[in-house]
């Protein structure tokens, strides 16, 4: 990295940090990344593929969803690695006769916000997946929905990040904030050292940022961590049972089918932690995962679980968009924490805007939604 009068420092090795580190050394900043453990040991690795799914979304997000919709097929190329996207298009199913309205609404004000989306009947849903089971009535269908591979591009990032000059430093964690004159001037870290902070200090680190903020700042966000659970399913020699990426508008349900043929199963359902503080998967959670596939795409009964995974904590906020603002506490203090489990997505739009707002010092208008006031 070359001499510059400010180096900006990210907290948090994720797809947060490393693509906003990405963003920031390609515009010509100075930036290291402080990451606990390893790049992708979070939120953004682990099983499978993720969503990159506007459809079913909090309105407040869909603008961010219409720009990562033009930046995800030109990423890999970007980077210059693989990110696995695919754009399968996205179906919201439903099954109660009073969802049929309310999706038809709904593809309707997607569409005017920029997101191409259309009401399917069974009939015509049918058409395109025809191993849906037999109570699912209708679909909001979203062409231009997919999925990445997180880890891939995960990494992709951060080497990418490293090309263009930003230090990426892994293994140790970040303890404590030290603040002089309304400003984090320092960052501590495990074992005790020091490291300096003269340039903006992000603080993405997932559910951790919202601890570290407390502890040093005082400031306490209304966002905590959870354990969204993933299963998979065994890969059967057949016929693909379904090709979209499949939700539902009531039931905790995300259907996935991984290229090696397995189905990732997730959607909401969580684990917990043990009295030693272990992640730990609950039963009655993958039971309920696995009856609800089963209910919406019965060919899954013939499949074996193969495995459940809740061990990649994520932040959730208490209205469920996430919180991305300067802290009044410092003041170059920037957080984006409370992705409330569809923080993949939005990534890559996320991250060129806090660059945009690091390099302008202008908040861009698209992070006005997730600002602190709102809970004011
Ligand atoms: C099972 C699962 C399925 C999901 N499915 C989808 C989906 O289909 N679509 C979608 O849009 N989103 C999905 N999400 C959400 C999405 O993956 C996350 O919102 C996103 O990856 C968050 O990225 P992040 O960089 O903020 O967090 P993370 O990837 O968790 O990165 C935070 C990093 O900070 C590091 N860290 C923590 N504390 C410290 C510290 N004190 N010092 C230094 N480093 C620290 C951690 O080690 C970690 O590497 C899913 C999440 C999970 C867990």
């Known amino acids: 990295m070359t001499r510059k009068s400010r180096v900006h420092a990210v907290v948090g090795g994720?797809?947060?940090?490393?693509?906003?580190?990405w963003e920031l050394a390609r515009r010509g900043e100075a930036v290291v990344v402080y990451e606990a453990t390893g790049v992708a040991?979070?939120?953004?690795?682990?099983?499978?593929?993720?969503?990159?799914?506007a459809n079913g979304r909090d309105l407040r997000e869909l603008p961010l969803m219409a720009r990562a919709y033009e930046i995800w097929p030109e990423l890999a190329d970007a980077l210059g690695s693989r990110t696995g996207y695919d754009r399968i298009g996205h179906l919201r199913l439903y099954e109660a006769p009073h969802e049929e309205p309310s999706s038809a609404h709904r593809a309707r004000v997607q569409a005017s916000m920029g997101i191409p989306s259309q009401h399917l009947g069974r009939a015509q849903l049918l058409e395109m997946e025809p191993g849906l089971g037999p109570t699912v009535r209708g679909a909001v269908h979203c062409p231009m929905d997919g999925v990445a591979d997180h880890g891939a591009t995960t990494q992709a990032y951060a080497r990418a990040a490293q090309g263009a000059g930003a230090e990426v430093r892994v293994g140790r964690a970040v303890t404590g904030l030290i603040s002089h004159g309304g400003r984090v001037k320092e960052l501590e870290l495990e074992g005790g050292d020091r490291v300096p902070v003269s340039g903006e200090?992000?603080?993405?680190?997932?559910?951790?940022?919202?601890?570290?903020?407390e502890r040093a700042l005082g400031r306490e966000l209304p966002v905590w961590a959870v354990l969204p659970?993933?299963?998979?399913?065994?890969?059967?020699?057949?016929?693909?049972?379904f090709t979209s990426l499949l939700g539902h508008a009531h039931r905790r349900i995300s259907l996935k089918l991984i290229p090696d043929g397995r189905i990732m199963i997730s959607g909401g359902w969580r684990g917990t932690w043990d009295r030693s503080g272990a992640p730990t998967s609950i039963p009655d959670h993958v039971k309920a995962n696995w009856d609800e596939a089963v209910r919406v795409l019965p060919s899954v009964v013939r499949r074996t679980l193969e495995g459940a995974q809740v061990d990649r904590?994520?932040?959730?906020?208490?209205?469920?968009?996430?919180?991305?603002?300067?802290?009044p506490e410092a003041s170059n203090v920037i957080v984006a924490t409370g992705w409330s489990g569809h923080g993949w997505a939005?990534?890559?739009?996320?991250?060129?805007?806090?660059?945009?707002?690091?390099?302008?010092?202008?908040?861009p208008g698209l992070l006005g939604p997730f600002c602190l006031g709102r809970f004011a």
Do not use: C, H, K
């Open 41 to 53: 040991d979070g939120a953004s690795g682990g099983f499978g593929y993720r969503g990159v799914r």
């Open 229 to 241: 659970q993933v299963l998979w399913t065994s890969a059967e020699d057949e016929t693909p049972p």
């Open 201 to 213: 200090l992000l603080l993405l680190a997932n559910s951790a940022t919202a601890t570290l903020v």
């Open 313 to 327: 904590p994520e932040s959730v906020s208490v209205d469920g968009i996430p919180v991305i603002d300067r802290l």
């Open 346 to 363: 939005i990534a890559p739009a996320v991250a060129e805007l806090l660059a945009a707002w690091v390099t302008s010092g202008n908040r």
């Open 14 to 21: 994720g797809v947060m940090g490393v693509a906003t580190a």
